[in-house]
């Protein structure tokens, strides 16, 4: 009960009778983190990093929460505990410390960013934070400064140039950065027992179509007591921070989370085995490359062999550097592949003003006032880019979505640009594919891949999505594995893989 009596004694707790209820409140963050690096390495600045020492139990709480004193402590009758504090665990602790740190910032000379509130930016020193909870990540010609400020106000631990961040490792090659989460991939192989399977060359067969489940192939899979969310909760990860090349298969998995069967095992287990020779497998940010953001966008109209939904794929580049993409599934049916490919249009196109608004917003920069959109369908441009309302039969359901594209359109702050579907580089985001187009579109993405083994396997000349072993002659097949796993699951049962 020590704990209790030291938190008495620093005002973080008081002891009181209960006599209202309390509210809770919750804060959410965004990640444009990969902006920031890219602007970093562009302009030759520095990536420092920091943390504030028990940041939440330095902010004052508005609202009245109480405590149940723990078993033990003791106390009178009907006494309860007063939190005064922020502690860890509090639903409303992220906002207070928040709206600690912002207006501490504000003081010194920051400005806030409207486009994401986790940004923060000094125009007189030209420096940019990125707050994520207590970590502050510092992009800065001299960081000794805002370190210094940092120091009059909190206890901080401040780590110097940055190593690895949000579990991103940053390598500094010669021309720029790396980032990549092999350590990461590492630990969840080793936690999901999967090192020890060959590796595959591409993340998803691309001869295959998931598809629901039946009965039997879930009653399957559920002998196997596999925590199915937490596969591909992991593989998810990856795919929103790193790993481009999988978020069509982790889209595509995520689609089956409530009731996964063997099917979907083996292929989320594909996907591991994908990674496994390729854990180094990162995005290259290069220093001295100057382009305007550029936005790619595809769709695969009606794959979806359960709903006949369409998938949408998009992906945002500045300066070569791959700084936001998506992979999803659409929320309707559409009637032609135009419609499938003018709803990826719409999208992107979001997310393309976004981007703009906030890289105006934070870089105090009006040159960059459009974004280039690619797209291989010739239909959804004209549509888009049409000065007639209403343009028949086949489209007249669409008109929200034509005002919205077309006032983009209108007001220059985008402009399409067709490019054929050879050329598109997000195409494996709508769709699995092989190796060969996996490959090409991470080159021409400026990808980096480090490791030998993943070199190798993109020279391969192996078609579709062959099975591999690279030195373990004697390693153990997967198919086998899951079988002998429902086999010993229930060793009643004649079970058959499907």
Not at 214 to 234: C, D, H, K, M, W
Not at 254 to 277: D, K, T, W
Not at 424 to 432: A, E, G, R, V, Y
Request: aromatic share 10%; hydrophobic share 40%; net charge neutral.
């Amino acid at each position: 009960m020590l704990t209790v009596s030291l938190a008495i004694s620093n005002a973080t707790l008081t002891l009181i009778k209960l006599t209202l209820r309390c509210a809770n409140a919750t804060c959410s963050v965004a990640y444009p983190l990969l902006l920031l690096l890219s602007h970093a390495v562009s302009n030759q600045l520095l990536i420092h990093q920091l943390n504030v020492k028990s940041a939440f139990l330095t902010c004052d709480l508005e609202e009245k929460v109480y405590l149940t004193p723990p078993a033990g402590y003791r106390t009178g009758a009907n006494i309860y505990l007063a939190l005064n504090k922020a502690i860890y665990g509090l639903k409303q602790a992220s906002l207070a410390w928040y709206n600690r740190l912002s207006s501490f910032l504000v003081k010194i000379g920051f400005s806030v960013s409207i486009a994401n509130p986790c940004v923060f930016w000094r125009a007189e020193d030209l420096t940019w934070i990125f707050a994520h909870v207590e970590n502050l990540i510092l992009f800065s010609k001299h960081p000794t400064v805002f370190v210094e400020q940092m120091l009059s106000e909190f206890q901080i631990k401040y780590m110097g140039e940055a190593s690895f961040l949000l579990g991103i490792k940053l390598d500094r090659v010669e021309n720029g950065l790396v980032l990549h989460q092999d350590q990461y991939i590492k630990r969840k192989l080793t936690e999901f027992n999967l090192a020890q399977f060959p590796p595959a060359i591409c993340p998803i067969d691309p001869k295959s179509h998931l598809q629901g489940a039946t009965p039997n192939e879930i009653y399957q899979f559920a002998s196997l007591s596999v925590n199915y969310r937490a596969l591909i909760g992991s593989l998810n990860y990856l795919s929103i921070l790193t790993r481009t090349d999988i978020s069509y298969s982790v889209s595509k998995l995520s689609q089956y989370l409530e009731r996964p069967g063997i099917m979907h095992y083996r292929a989320a287990i594909q996907v591991f085995r994908y990674l496994q020779n390729t854990k180094q497998l990162g995005l290259l940010f290069s220093d001295g490359q100057s382009e305007p953001l550029v936005v790619l966008v595809d769709a695969d109209w009606g794959n979806c062999p359960d709903t006949r939904r369409s998938h949408t794929g998009y992906l945002a580049t500045l300066n070569h550097h791959i700084i936001s993409w998506k992979s999803s599934k659409q929320c309707t049916v559409l009637l032609s592949s135009t419609e499938a490919e003018y709803k990826a249009l719409l999208d992107a196109g979001k997310e393309a003003s976004w981007l703009i608004n906030l890289y105006q917003e934070i870089f105090s920069d009006n040159v960059v006032k459009t974004v280039t959109i690619e797209i291989d369908n010739r239909g959804a441009i004209d549509l888009a880019c049409s000065q007639v309302s209403q343009n028949g039969f086949c489209t007249k359901h669409m008109d929200l979505c034509l005002h919205f594209i077309r006032n983009l359109v209108k007001t220059k702050l985008i402009t399409l640009k067709y490019v054929p579907s050879a050329n598109n580089c997000s195409d494996f985001l709508t769709k699995p594919v092989g190796r060969s187009v996996i490959t090409r579109s991470l080159w021409s993405l400026n990808s980096s891949s480090l490791s030998n083994c993943a070199s190798h396997l993109a020279a391969l000349s192996i078609g579709a999505c062959q099975d591999i072993v690279m030195g373990t002659p004697n390693a153990p097949n997967y198919d086998d594995f899951i079988a002998d796993a429902i086999n010993q699951a229930s060793p009643d049962q004649d079970t058959v893989l499907p």
